[in-house]
């Protein structure tokens, strides 16, 4: 099945602690995101990348790195720069022409 | 600067009927693209529909259609025949085509739609 995954489905991060996000697609696609969504918000871009070894800053960059080594693989690490990193995280890939197909997403709790 | 405005935050509907989700949205450039998703509990994002700025026709997709007013710049989501499954949160999105934003998204905050049996 074609598809986007993302691991794990809940995590936890203790303070001063680094965790990564996994972000993986069958799909071909060359564009990936990842986007936060706090309770009762829409999507904020975090970065985003539209080719291997290449990625951009979106709107809420600081406290996250993230790679794209892999065309099928777009990890994002939550440093712990990020005083407030609790929320849902979802990852998306697009191919050229238009939409973007979105992961059941990463909901991240601080212990 | 674009933006997305749902001033809807939460909407009922009746089971079998018909319900609108309001959209408007700003930006200065003339190619752009409209979309909406369903975010159910379990939090996964689901492509609905999608409207191109230059597209003649109101986008339609089964029970979902888009109704388009490019003079007054909305992009409201009609649903007919509204189901239980169609409790969720409905959010309108938009992809800047140009000025260097490489096809990102701006989303709205969102509409709960709550059907009623």
Known sequence: DGGITQSPKYLF???GQNVTLSCEQNLN???MYWYRQDPGQGLRLIYYSQIVNDFQK????EGYSV???KKESFPLTVTSAQKNPTAFYLC???????????G???RLLVL | AQKITQTQPGMFVQEKEAVTLDCTYDTSDPSYGLFWYKQPSSGEMIFLIYQGSYDQQNATEGRYSL???KARKSANLVISASQLGDSAMYFCAMRDDLGGSQGNL???KGTKLSVKP
């Open chain 1, 13 to 15: 991060r203790k303070e």
């Open chain 1, 29 to 31: 696609h060359d564009a």
């Open chain 1, 58 to 61: 979106g709107d809420i960059a």
């Open chain 1, 67 to 69: 790679s794209r080594e």
């Open chain 1, 92 to 102: 998306a890939s697009r191919a050229a022409e238009e939409t973007q197909y979105f």
């Open chain 1, 104 to 106: 059941p997403g990463t």
């Open chain 2, 67 to 69: 109704n388009f007013q």
């Open chain 2, 106 to 108: 701006i989303f709205g």
